[in-house]
């Protein structure tokens, strides 16, 4: 058994809770750099909170092989409201700092009015220093496939091959100010995002995509 911390870490617009889940690795496990998975920065992909809720519970009985932070819900008043945006009709994942913050946006895309002005992305941003992750995975839904920014390739590759889902090096259009421009592109760590299938329709979805979680949490250096 692994035992499980959990953590407020930040208040939604409304104030609600956003809550992590955190793993101990076992004692006997080489030592590798704290990995930090997330869901729902866009409310209206609750299916990406339900799956790593999943993880979660799996977590307990079968700890992962490194030190593990899941964050299943970033943006819980958007999930509450079905809506993408957070409750200040702010595009989470174009809020981050990074140098294209704010630029060459698509059309409907709000980054905020300043680079991590939204308490959701603060949320983030300081549990990724306080616990120095390197290895970041962001769920989204729902394309079925493997993207990465910054040194994620490998990763992107072997998740891809276990969910069956295609490794893409793009996502076909810009996001600047996103959370893979910040801490892939900019800073060079190895972040990945999962676009996941819809859950509840389809629980392949789970058998394929928990194939991909857990390689990212226990096995690879
Ligand atoms: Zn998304």
Not at 94 to 103: C, E, I, K, L, V
Not at 120 to 126: N, P, S, Y
Not at 165 to 176: D, I, L, R
Not at 200 to 205: N, W
Request: with cysteine; aromatic share 8%; charged share 25%.
């Amino acid at each position: 058994m692994s035992e499980r911390h959990q953590l407020v870490i930040g208040r939604s617009v409304l104030g609600r809770p956003i809550e992590a889940l955190g793993f101990d690795a076992p004692g006997y496990a080489q030592p590798r750099p704290p990995a930090l998975l997330f869901g729902a920065i866009h409310g209206d992909e609750a299916v990406t909170q339900l799956m790593l809720e999943r993880l979660a519970d799996e977590l307990v009985e079968r700890p992962p092989g490194r030190e593990t932070w899941i964050v299943p819900c970033v943006n819980p008043d958007g999930v509450l409201a079905g809506t993408r945006d957070n409750a200040n009709g702010v595009d989470l994942n174009r809020n981050f700092a990074s140098t294209t913050w704010g630029t060459e946006r698509r059309p409907g895309y709000h980054p905020g009015q300043a680079a991590e002005d939204q308490p959701e992305t603060k949320a983030i941003v300081e549990l990724i220093e306080r616990i120095g992750c390197a290895r970041l995975i962001a769920l989204h839904a729902t394309y079925r496939m493997v993207n990465w920014d910054g040194v994620g390739e490998t990763l992107a590759r072997e998740m891809a091959e276990r969910c069956g889902y295609p490794p893409e090096a793009s996502m076909g259009y810009p996001t600047p100010g996103s959370f893979g421009c910040k801490y892939g592109v900019e800073r060079g760590l190895e972040v990945i995002t999962l676009e996941v299938p819809y859950l509840d329709v389809d629980e392949q979805a789970w058998v394929e995509c928990r194939a991909a979680l857990r390689w990212a949490v226990d096995l690879p250096t």
